[in-house]
T-cell receptor, first 113, second 115 residues
Framework: NAGVTQTPKFHILKTGQSMTLQCAQD?????LSWYRQDPGMGLRRIHY???????DKGEVPDGYNVSRSNTEDFPLRLESAAPSQTSVYFC????????????FGEGSRLTVL | GENVEQHPSTLSVQEGDSAVIKCTYS??????FPWYKQELGKRPQLIID?????GEKKDQRIAVTLNKTAKHFSLHITETQPEDSAVYFC??????????????FGKGTKLSVIP
C-alpha cells in the first residue's frame, strides 16, 4: 500500500513548454486534489475530483488542466508553462470530499525558467 | 468563501517549553479543523483534528482547542522537543456550494525548538 504516489519529484522546464505531473493513489479514495505550495502562501487547491469522470476548479486553476479517467490516477497538466507556475505541487487524496484525513503525496518541485 | 488566518508566522521556543499556534476562521458553518505538520522537504501530515461538536482534544503532548463562538482554534504543544521543529498548518472545512466542500489552509507557522 503505497498511498499517494507522485512523479516526477523534480523537474525544470522552459517558459511555454508543456508537462504532466502524475498522481496515483491505491487507497480506493474517491476524492483527489492538487495543491500548490508557495512560500508564505500556504497550500492552495488547484483542481479536484470527487469521482472518476468528475473534475472541478479549486482556488487557483488558471494555467492547469486535469482529468480523471479512473479511481487511481489524477494527472495535472501544464499546457504552456509560465515562471509563475514555479512551485511545489502536492497531490492529495481523501476517502470522500468531506470525510477523513487528507493524505498527501511526496510533492513535485517544478521550476519554470 | 472561507478565510483562515494563522498566527504567528514564526515561533521559536526553548526545548521543554510550550508552543501555541492560533487560527481564526470566517465561516461559522465550518465543522472540521485539522492540523498538519510539514518537516523540511517532506509532505504535510495530519497530527490532530477536531470537529465542531467538540471543544478540546488531546493526543499525548499535542492538544487542540476550538471556540466556535469566537471562531478560533489553537494548537498546543507541551514539553517541546527538537523533532517538533517544522511548519504547522491549520485548516478548516466548509461547504462551498453545489455539493462541494473546501479545505482551506492557513499560511503556516514555522516552529523552531532550540535545544
Amino acid at each position: 500500500n503505497a498511498g499517494v504516489t507522485q512523479t516526477p519529484k523534480f523537474h525544470i522546464l522552459k517558459t511555454g513548454q508543456s508537462m504532466t505531473l502524475q498522481c496515483a493513489q491505491d487507497m480506493n479514495h474517491g476524492y483527489l486534489s492538487w495543491y500548490r505550495q508557495d512560500p508564505g502562501m500556504g497550500l492552495r487547491r488547484i483542481h479536484y475530483s470527487v469521482a472518476a469522470g468528475i473534475t472541478d476548479k479549486g482556488e487557483v486553476p488558471d494555467g492547469y488542466n486535469v482529468s480523471r479517467s479512473n479511481t487511481e490516477d489524477f494527472p495535472l497538466r501544464l499546457e504552456s508553462a509560465a515562471p509563475s507556475q514555479t512551485s511545489v505541487y502536492f497531490c492529495a487524496s481523501r476517502l470522500a470530499e468531506n470525510t477523513g484525513e487528507l493524505f498527501f503525496g511526496e510533492g513535485s518541485r517544478l521550476t519554470v525558467l | 468563501g472561507e478565510n483562515v488566518e494563522q498566527h504567528p508566522s514564526t515561533l521559536s521556543v526553548q526545548e521543554g517549553d510550550s508552543a501555541v499556534i492560533k487560527c481564526t476562521y470566517s465561516d461559522s458553518a465550518s465543522n472540521y479543523f485539522p492540523w498538519y505538520k510539514q518537516e523540511l522537504g517532506k509532505r504535510p501530515q495530519l497530527i490532530i483534528d477536531i470537529r465542531s461538536n467538540v471543544g478540546e482534544k488531546k493526543d499525548q503532548r499535542i492538544a487542540v482547542t476550538l471556540n466556535k463562538t469566537a471562531k478560533h482554534f489553537s494548537l498546543h504543544i507541551t514539553e517541546t522537543q527538537p523533532e517538533d521543529s517544522a511548519v504547522y498548518f491549520c485548516a478548516a472545512t466548509s461547504y462551498s456550494g453545489a455539493g462541494s466542500y473546501q479545505l482551506t489552509f492557513g499560511k503556516g507557522t514555522k516552529l523552531s525548538v532550540i535545544p
